[in-house]
């Protein structure tokens, strides 16, 4: 009897257009930090830019929040709503850590492997934003989310690669004549593939969110 009551009660949508918009700003912040690593570029403009997208996802997150605990009846479970914002909120987080090493280190050079992992970043990002769409209707959309889940994982991999053999190219330039630039450098790598590791489990919560509801 509860369970068609419950049914049978409007439930508050809007989380979903909470989503969509969080994951406006990952694509947002992800082409801010893109172009930082331009050569030339304008590194406390484009700083200032992920701080202020990040701000944004922060606000969501917070609204995020404060709808689980004043709805009643949710489009899913409260606590799959907070895993996934949160996780979400996490990828930006990120994106400002990111940017405030390369301020904190005075880095005005960067890698071409940088720039191609700030690429897979932006495809991480804008497949985010069609996987938080498509979890709209996730009954219908289930075969195609899960496509993007492993779509996802692909690019992580793919970031994982540059990653270590972006590692590995530094060790080879720096290795005799300049140690801490090879320090430096390989904190930057590892906070760009911290980037893209958060993309993935962007991807896992809303799969998770798929299989429970089949």
């Known amino acids: 009897m509860l369970s068609w009551f419950q049914r049978a009660l409007p439930r508050e949508d809007s989380f979903f257009d909470y989503f969509e918009q969080h994951a406006g700003t990952l694509v947002?912040?992800?082409k801010a930090l893109r172009q930082l690593l331009e050569p030339g570029a304008d590194i406390a403009a484009s700083t200032a830019l992920v701080s202020k997208y990040e701000n944004d996802a922060d606000d969501i997150t917070r609204e995020v929040m404060l709808a689980v605990r004043r709805t009643f009846i949710t489009p899913f479970d409260r606590s799959d709503i907070q895993a996934l914002i949160s996780t979400m909120d996490d990828a930006i987080d990120q994106m400002k850590q990111t940017t405030k090493a390369i301020q904190l280190y005075e880095i005005r050079e960067f890698d071409p492997r940088m720039?191609?992992?700030a690429d897979l970043i932006i495809k991480g990002a804008e497949l985010t934003v069609e996987?938080?769409?498509?979890?709209?209707?996730?009954?219908k959309n289930s075969n195609r989310l899960m496509t993007q889940a492993v779509r996802m994982t692909a690019l992580e991999e793919?970031?994982?690669?540059l990653h270590?053999?972006?590692l590995k190219e530094l060790l080879r330039v720096h290795r005799h004549s300049d140690p801490m630039g090879f320090i430096i450098g390989a904190e930057i790598y590892g906070h760009l593939e911290k980037i893209s590791d958060r993309f993935e489990d962007v991807a896992k919560q809303i799969n998770t969110i798929v299989v429970e509801h089949l």
């Open 131 to 139: 996987m938080t769409s498509a979890l709209r209707d996730m009954k």
């Open 158 to 161: 793919s970031a994982d690669e």
């Open 115 to 117: 720039r191609s992992i």
């Open 28 to 30: 947002d912040g992800a």
């Open 164 to 166: 270590d053999s972006g």
